[in-house]
Structure formats: C-alpha cells, structure tokens
C-alpha cells in the first residue's frame, strides 16, 4: 500500500477501502471503521434487545464477524449495509434461541439517548418516541431504525433479507401506527 494511503485512514479513506487495507493486515484500519459505526451499530442492536449485556454481546459477535470476514467482503453494498446485515442476522440467531424480544426498556435506552445538556421538554418527546416504538411489531420497529440510521430501502431490504415493496409496507404501517399512538396521546 503507498504511504500518501496511510495518511488518509484518519477519516478520508472510505470503508471500503479501510476494510481492504485491514483484510491485508492494517490493523488501525480496523480501528477507524470500529470508531465509525460502533455507537450506531450499538445501539441499533440494544434498541431491539431486553438489556445492555445482550446487546454488547450481539455487537461482539458483529465485530468478530467482520474481521474473520473481511477478506471476503465484496463491495456490492455499502460497508455499512454489509455491518448491520450481519447484525440482524446475529439478532435473529438469538431470538430463534431465545424467544423474539424485540421491545427494548425504557429507562435503558433513555441513559445513552439522553445527555445531560437535554432540555425537560427534548427529554419528555424522546421517552414519547421511544414508548410509541416499544408498541410497534418488532418487524415494523426494525425497519423504522434502521431507516433512521440512515438507510435506504435497498439497503434495508438486502439488511434484512425482505422484498423492497415489504420494507415499504412495513415504514407504512409503521408511520400509521405511530400517527394513531400520537393522536391517542394528544
């Protein structure tokens, strides 16, 4: 690898590019796509799990995945795409083990959401959110965050092995669900 290409893993290098310079056996490459997408990918798995030591362990096996795997990774989707992909597969492996427990608790989520500088108000509409999302099915509430990580439908779709018109669906449903939760709270 040339050296100007060093210099750009402090943030310039794409994913893509940084998991090939890892899989080749640079290990601060590793260490700039962990930095990247640890919180996101975090706390997309504990918003679908019952408790924090679930969701650490599920990320884990996420982040274990990709480096016995990124050798193999082949750049048809987004880095992205391909981390949270391997994530909903390791959330379903545990809730064909141990039941589907995709409603998350309250008070634990709210303590990474919430930072101190949060206004009562800015507080009060998160745990309202946060409540109409714990009502939703989990296929439903899965889609919606990762549709706020920023994801598009392709993208959801091929993360979660669904129809792109089903993803849809599902965000419909959703947003219709979360409109009546809303107006029942008004």
């Known amino acids: 690898m040339p050296k100007w290409f060093y210099k750009k893993i402090d943030g310039l290098t794409s994913d893509q590019a940084l998991l090939k310079v890892f899989s080749r056996g640079q290990t601060d490459a590793f260490d700039r796509l962990y930095t990247r997408h640890k919180r ?9 799990c019952q408790n924090r030591a679930i969701a650490e362990e599920i990320a884990h096996d996420t982040w274990l995945a990709v480096i016995t795997q990124a050798s193999q990774y082949k750049s048809k989707a987004k880095f992205s795409t391909w981390l949270f992909k391997i994530a909903h597969n390791r959330l379903v492996d545990h809730w064909r083990k141990h039941g589907n427990a995709s409603h998350v608790l309250l008070d634990e989520v709210s303590d990474f959401l919430i930072s101190k500088d949060s206004s009562a108000e800015e507080i009060q509409t998160l745990k309202g959110i946060l409540e109409s999302l714990e009502q939703l099915p989990p296929e439903q509430t899965e889609v919606v965050l990762l549709r706020i990580e920023g994801f598009s439908y392709a993208e959801i779709s091929n993360i979660t092995n669904t129809k792109q018109e089903t993803v849809k669906s599902r965000l419909r449903y959703a947003n219709k669900s979360l409109r009546g939760i809303s107006e029942a709270q008004a």
């Open 40 to 48: 996101g990918l975090f706390l997309f798995i504990f918003r679908q």
